[in-house]
């Protein structure tokens, strides 16, 4: 079915697999054509073949995503760039596909390994050698004064934003284009794999996402990017990354309007709306569905995961009322 099919690209999208991407996708497109998930796997595959160099291609899915929905700023943004030949996506990437392990980064950061990769960058465990400490060097693919912007706020908000659901955020470098950040244990997902089924704390991690997301919205402000691969351990405590797409409530900003994650975008954000609450909700809904297939967890669960993830922002719960039911689950 489409649907499952655009669940499971977006999960491989979100670690970085796009050579898994296409092969779910790419058959498809006939199918998808006249589904309402069409516009969503276009992009992806446009995203897809964008950061692999084929700007070609990567125009044929934009130009087919926009034409189904006009209102997609950002994939209009995009076909713009790629027209006007302002994209050399494989140049862009040189900062993250150039670093070997053992390399020196300019005398400061030293590469071990390479750690994962998504859509916006590569992150690498490194040693800052000057202070003697690992930490997590994500190196940005695209190097444009646009993605400067996005380097320099997803450094700045978590580092504005002290709590301990948060990762901590070290240094940015700019020339580099490079934010350098606390190592985590690893993802929830892969604490999960090494857990017996019976021990994994879904329901734990589920009220600790929504305690931290309901204090960053008491603090005015919306990731919009929420997704299972940006959930991370510090211990036994989850905390969030990736904050190159967080908004203040009710701005709308050319730098990041309609850009998320297809499949953890709520059907407002596609169209590029101004950020709210909601949109989180929507976000950690999908995120919950995905965290179910870890363990087994009650009906009630999913159906709250459900609401959740309503194309009505209105129908969503409030954090609050999650929280409490997610509280009596446990």
């Not at 006007?84 to 990437?93: M, S």
């Not at 997902?189 to 919205?217: C, F, M, N, Y």
């Not at 959930?231 to 908004?247: P, Q």
Request: charged share 30%; hydrophobic share 40%; glycine share 8%.
């Amino acid at each position: 079915a489409p649907a499952l099919r655009l669940v499971v690209a977006s999960a491989f999208d979100a670690r970085g697999q796009d050579e898994s991407v296409r092969t779910v996708l790419a058959p498809f497109n006939d199918v998808l054509r006249e589904t309402s998930e069409a516009v969503s796997a276009w992009s992806m595959l446009g995203e897809v073949a964008e950061r692999a160099g084929d700007s070609a291609l990567a125009m044929k899915y934009y130009e087919r995503a926009f034409a189904r929905d006009v209102n997609l700023h950002a994939i209009r943004d995009r076909l713009f760039r790629l027209r006007e030949g302002l994209t050399d996506n494989r140049t862009q990437q040189a900062g993250a596909t150039m670093m070997m392990d053992g390399a020196l980064t300019r005398g400061r950061y030293r590469v071990r390994r390479e750690l994962g990769r998504g859509g916006a960058g590569t992150v690498f465990l490194a040693e800052d050698v000057q202070l003697e400490r690992p930490v997590a060097l994500k190196v940005y693919h695209k190097r444009g004064a646009q993605d400067r912007e996005r380097l320099i706020h997803e450094a700045r908000m978590p580092a504005s934003l002290e709590h301990p659901g948060i990762v901590r955020v070290f240094d940015v470098d700019e020339a580099l284009f490079a934010v350098a950040m606390e190592v985590a244990q690893g993802s929830l997902k892969d604490a999960a794999r090494g857990l017996p089924e019976s021990q994994v704390p879904v329901l734990d991690w589920g009220i600790s996402l929504v305690e931290t997301v309901g204090w960053l919205h008491s603090k005015g402000v919306v990731h919009r990017d929420l997704k299972p691969s940006n959930f991370l351990l510090r211990d036994a405590r989850v905390v969030l990354t990736d904050f190159g797409l967080a908004a203040t409530m009710g701005s709308n900003e050319a730098r990041t309007r309609g850009e998320g994650t297809p499949g953890y975008m709520p059907p407002e954000q596609r169209r590029g709306e101004p950020a709210h609450p909601a949109m989180d909700i929507f976000a950690l809904g999908v995120s919950f569905e995905e965290m179910s297939a870890w363990c087994r967890v009650p009906d009630s669960f999913m159906s709250l995961a459900r609401e959740m993830r309503s194309d009505d922002a209105l129908r969503r719960p409030a954090l609050e009322d999650v929280r409490r039911v997610l509280s009596d689950m446990r």
